[in-house]
């Protein structure tokens, strides 16, 4: 299993498993099918959107872990 790291692209989460676009559209990102969004680090969603990165970082990592 990969892991998601702050500096993973938003396209690259969503290849793993579309079920993370949940966590994505939680903290207000709605634009996922984007080009801009897809090349996107998660860190630079997050500060555009005000979130903590690490917890997003952590519920990405739980849910593709099967945590979740």
Request: net charge negative; proline share 1%.
């Amino acid at each position: 299993m990969a892991t998601v790291t702050k500096t993973t692209k938003i396209g690259e989460v969503l290849a793993m498993d579309m079920g993370t676009s949940k966590f994505f559209f939680e903290m207000g990102m709605h634009c996922l099918g984007c080009p801009a969004s897809q090349g996107e680090s998660i860190e630079e969603a997050c500060m555009v959107h005000g979130v903590d990165v690490d917890e997003l970082v952590t519920k990405l990592n739980a849910f593709l872990a099967g945590q979740q």
